[in-house]
């Protein structure tokens, strides 16, 4: 079966310009996720969807990222306006039982 | 709320000795365990888990974790490491009432050929 795709795999912005991210899931897949890795830092969960509804998005800084599921297929993670403490790699994950998570290739970002 | 904790940034073994990365947890309730490998520039694979149980887990690349409750650790080992095992391996832990995964901060594997 075809993995989780991301897109672009890498990015480099200037502070304070707007960036998105698209993430398809594995067919099937109902719960999406989207995780931030700062390097030397694990994941961290930054939002996650069941179908097209928001499930959690406590640790998701709203005042400047948004995230949207539409279809309740693939995504758009959006950063507007991006500083220079959002350069990481932005991972898309998804899972069906929510037992196992399948993850991405990742999107490096870098703000300057 | 749960927590896991990945005591060493990194792990030095000579290639054909036997590795182990260690991770302790804290939940409410009952864990759902998980470990990943991340290669450089790629996205998270996924070795092995526990769910329920046997408490020692069998996973990808002949990794094996052993659960053990009472010191609430999932202790990532192989009995032979290899130059390619070498990568970035973090422990992951859910609540089964929680769809909510929390990662620890990875331990980075060094095997010396």
């Known amino acids: 079966e075809a993995g989780v795709a991301q897109s672009p795999r890498y990015k480099i912005i200037e502070k304070r310009q707007s960036v998105a991210f698209w993430c398809n899931p594995i067919?099937?897949?109902?719960?999406l996720y989207w995780y931030q890795q700062i390097l030397g830092q694990g994941p961290k969960l930054l939002i996650q969807f069941q179908n097209n509804g928001v499930v959690d998005d406590s640790q998701l800084p709203k005042d400047r990222f948004s995230a949207e599921r539409l279809k309740g297929v693939d995504s758009t993670l959006k950063i507007q306006p991006a500083k220079l403490e959002d350069s990481a790699v932005y991972l898309c994950a998804s899972s069906s039982s929510g037992a196992q998570q399948f993850f991405g290739p990742g999107t490096r970002l870098t703000v300057l | 709320a749960q927590s896991v904790a990945q005591p060493e940034d990194q792990v030095n073994v000579a290639e054909g000795n036997p590795l182990t990365v260690k991770c302790t947890y804290s939940?409410?309730?009952?864990?759902?365990l998980f470990w990943y490998v991340q290669y450089p520039n790629r996205g998270l694979q996924f070795l092995l888990k526990?769910?329920?149980?046997?408490?020692l887990v069998k996973g990808s690349y002949g990794f094996e974790a052993e659960f053990n409750k009472s010191q609430t650790s999932f202790h990532l080992k192989k009995p032979s490491a290899l130059v390619s095992d070498s990568a970035l391996y973090f422990c992951a832990v859910r609540d089964i009432w929680d769809d909510k995964i929390i990662f620890g901060k990875g331990t980075r594997l060094h095997i010396l050929p």
């Open positions: 526990y769910i329920t149980g046997d408490n």
């Open positions: 067919s099937g897949h109902a719960t």
């Open positions: 939940v409410s309730g009952n864990p759902y």
